[in-house]
């Protein structure tokens, strides 16, 4: 597959200069390069909500690897996410130069090449995953599940020979040109284990899993069952509370399950939220499940001069990512609320500390994030404040009461929206 070029042009803010001449996939010696400061640790202009954050070869410089960030685009600036996904790199050498990587795939052609609608509306595009199949000779092709949301077109998939795009929907009904099969709902995740069995994760307010059949990468193995209510919901009993964003990793011998979690009111001293993720651990890929704990908060919990708990940043929203080990250090990648509503999230990323003990029944110790502005500047940060991007409430006490509550409503038809912005602007908005 050919990749598109990126024209040139020079980006400077108060937190990153960014340097973009055209690339292709023949030779990236010269690229799009953002140097970051911190979080959050794309562009301030840049909206990448929902990252997954993989680590693969740079199909460009074999045995060299790149961190891939795959999330939804926040471009329709009245609602959540946009009609496109567009995917970032960075090398693991360097983590604070990101790279564009351009869009990767949008749904505006059913499987004969024709427009859905006069207009050539787009299917709005929301929390992606990815996965990677090695073939026995070593071919690689990276499956995305771009969460489509249309409602004949929700369990579509895509393809490519490439981490970085682009994708080619692979799962077409083969009777009616605009409908896909496949399971996955809302927020899949896939995981490919070890052994090569594949299995699929997805829900909101309730949790599903299920193997699925490595022919089509889409719908349940043949003689398999979706497992419902994998963990407890938001409405159910159970510490879980899960709510939305599955995403799955797997370490040493255990199943990581990350997820968006519906705290319960009070808990940590706050109101209820959905802005935090937690994680759950399993022997199995499909559970029993136990809970871990919160790997972050989006709320940035601190204490005040009175020992009382109060949220430094918005108090509420929502969040989804995931956890990635680049050169032996364990991150988590979320994102945090940047503006009056939840329609211009910005990633974010923090160091944790991931312990395993192996052995059946053994237990998986996920340290907490912090929700500030060190991203991946682990040796410090200028003290400027350029350094320090992520914004604190002025008040002493901070918010006391939830002003933003994430809901959702699946769409059942493509919908109309405002233009998305180009990647790069001339004049870059800081939000």
């Known amino acids: 597959m050919e990749k598109k070029t990126v024209a040139g042009i020079i980006i400077a803010t108060a937190a990153c200069c960014l340097t973009l001449t055209s690339c292709s996939p023949e030779s990236k010696t010269s690229e799009s390069e953002l140097t970051t400061v911190g979080n959050p640790y794309l562009p301030l202009w840049e909206h990448i909500p929902d990252g997954e954050p993989y680590v ?3 199909p460009d410089n074999p045995g060299k690897e790149r961190v891939y960030i795959y999330g939804s685009h926040d471009s329709r600036i009245t609602d959540y996410c946009g009609m496109e996904l567009v995917v970032w790199s960075a090398s693991t050498d360097d983590l604070n130069h990101w790279r564009y990587d351009g869009e990767i795939l949008r749904v505006n052609k059913n499987s004969k090449g024709e427009p859905f609608d006069s207009a050539g509306t787009a299917d709005v595009l929301f929390a992606p995953d990815v996965t990677l199949v090695t073939a026995p000779d070593g071919t690689k092709t990276y499956y995305l599940y771009p969460n489509d949301q249309v409602g004949p077109r929700n369990g579509l998939i895509a393809k490519s020979n490439r981490p970085d795009g682009p994708f080619e929907v692979c799962n077409w009904n083969a009777d009616n040109p605009e409908v896909c099969d496949g399971v996955l709902r809302f927020d899949p ?69 990350i997820y968006s979690r519906w705290t319960k ?56 990512g995931s956890i990635c080990q680049i050169n032996g250090q364990w991150y988590v990648f979320y994102h945090r609320q940047s503006g009056l509503n ?34 991946f500047s682990l040796d410090g940060l200028d003290p400027s404040p350029a350094g320090s991007p992520v914004p604190r409430w002025p008040s002493t ?32 908005t800081a939000w």
């Open 56 to 58: 693969f070869e740079d």
């Open 189 to 257: 995740a896939v995981f490919v284990d070890d052994d090569g069995r594949v299995y699929g994760y997805w829900g909101f307010e309730r949790s599903y899993g299920a193997e699925l059949d490595p022919a089509t990468m889409a719908t349940v193995k043949p003689d398999a069952k979706v497992v419902e209510d994998m963990v407890s919901g938001k409405n159910q009993p159970g510490d879980f509370r899960f709510f939305e964003a599955s995403s799955i990793r797997k370490i040493k011998d255990k199943y990581v399950f």
């Open 265 to 320: 009111d009070g808990e940590f001293g706050l109101p209820d939220t959905n802005y935090t993720l937690a994680y759950a651990y399993s022997d199995k890929p499909l559970g029993p499940w136990t809970y871990g704990g919160t790997i972050i908060d989006g709320r940035g919990r601190e204490t005040n001069e009175q020992g009382e708990t109060i949220a430094s940043a918005t108090v509420s929203g929502n969040t989804h």
């Open 342 to 375: 939840e329609f211009a999230r910005q990633a974010m990323v923090a160091p944790i500390d991931v312990e395993v003990e192996e052995g059946p029944g053994g237990k998986v110790s996920i340290s907490e994030g912090e929700y500030n502005s060190e991203g």
């Open 397 to 428: 006490n901070g918010p006391t009461t939830s002003s933003m509550v994430h809901t959702w409503s699946p769409p059942t038809a493509p919908t109309t929206s405002l233009t998305p912005p180009t990647p790069f602007a001339t004049t870059p």
